[in-house]
């Protein structure tokens, strides 16, 4: 081998092997790029996830209404208005709301609405039985059949419940004002 042939040999396997960096200022650029872009890359990722706004913890625990609700009284009183019968529950909306989830299906022996076989013995034992055992609980049944609602109201409850089932029971008379009470 000459050694022209040598060298041009050398030449061209130097030339397959290099990069795009030739000089020590571009080998100082990449360097900087490779560390500079990915932290910025990192730094924007983190705002990107983090930018929603979200109270820090226990921020919350001071508002006004996490002060109200800590405070505020364990039970309450609630004054209902017996002097409007109008303002009172029918005795279908009462059995709606409370007499229907045992009455409708006959769950736990309760006589089912409108069925005459098993409200008879109870209609011959009178209204104020009747009335008596759904203000006082029976059985699996609780007081006011576990209810919130007026004497008033139950008593208009037990007149539909045994209506349906076959007494004829007068609607209950709205009890009197308070204030004709007083008098």
């Not at 924007?44 to 109270?55: D, H």
């Not at 409708?104 to 309760?110: D, L």
Request: glycine share 10%.
């Amino acid at each position: 081998m000459s050694a022209t042939q040598d060298h041009g040999h050398d030449h061209s396997a130097h030339a397959a092997h290099e990069g795009p960096i030739k000089t020590p200022k571009q080998l100082i650029w990449a360097v900087g790029f490779a560390f500079v872009v990915p932290v910025i890359v990192i730094i924007l990722l983190a705002n990107y996830v983090s930018s929603a706004v979200k109270p820090s913890a226990g921020s919350e625990g001071l508002t006004d209404q996490a002060i109200a609700a800590r405070i505020q009284p364990v039970g309450s009183i609630e004054i209902k208005d017996l002097s409007d019968p109008g303002a009172m529950k029918t005795g279908e909306q009462v059995f709606q709301a409370q007499c229907a989830a045992c009455h409708s299906t006959g769950a736990a022996g309760a006589p089912k609405l409108a069925d005459a076989a098993a409200w008879g013995p109870r209609i011959k034992n009178g209204f104020d039985a009747l009335l008596t055992s759904a203000l006082k609980g029976k059985g699996s049944m609780g007081p006011q059949g576990g209810g919130d609602f007026s004497d008033f109201e139950i008593s208009r409850a037990v007149v539909y419940l045994s209506n349906q089932g076959g007494a004829k029971f007068d609607e209950p008379k709205a009890p009197a004002p308070a204030a004709s009470a007083a008098q």
